[in-house]
Nanobody, 124 residues
């Protein structure tokens, strides 16, 4: 399984960026279950950003990004997207795409498959 993320870059506060992630899963025809995004800022632990169910009917967001970020997916392409609006300097991090994302109850999110990450840098 390979997860290829793209769309990161430099932005100013208030700008928008759209992250994309394509999953290459040779030998399998079914789509991944939950997919989503995590991020890790310098010197900090990786944190959950957003997740979306297989059908796309359920979405989840970290409090820090609610109302600004929107997750979506295209199962035909095994792809997941993250539209990031009104970016803030605190959004600066490496963003990781994740597939077969899950959590137990209301515990921390995790995933079975991880992408290589794409850097997002937001200046004030």
């Amino acid at each position: 399984v390979q997860l290829q993320a793209s769309g990161g870059g430099l932005a100013q506060a208030g700008d928008s960026l759209r992250l994309s992630c394509s999953a290459l899963r040779s030998g399998f025809t079914r789509s991944f279950a939950g997919m989503g995004w995590f991020r890790q800022a310098d010197g900090k632990e990786r944190e959950f950003v957003s997740a979306i169910s297989w059908t796309g009917s359920s979405t989840y967001y970290a409090d820090a990004v609610k109302g600004r970020f929107t997750i979506s997916r295209d199962n035909a392409k095994n792809a997941v997207y993250l539209q990031m609006n009104n970016l803030k300097p605190e959004d600066t991090a490496v963003y990781y795409c994740a597939a077969d994302i899950w959590r137990i109850g209301v515990g921390p999110w995790s995933a079975n498959y991880w992408g290589q990450g794409t850097q997002v840098t937001v200046s004030s």
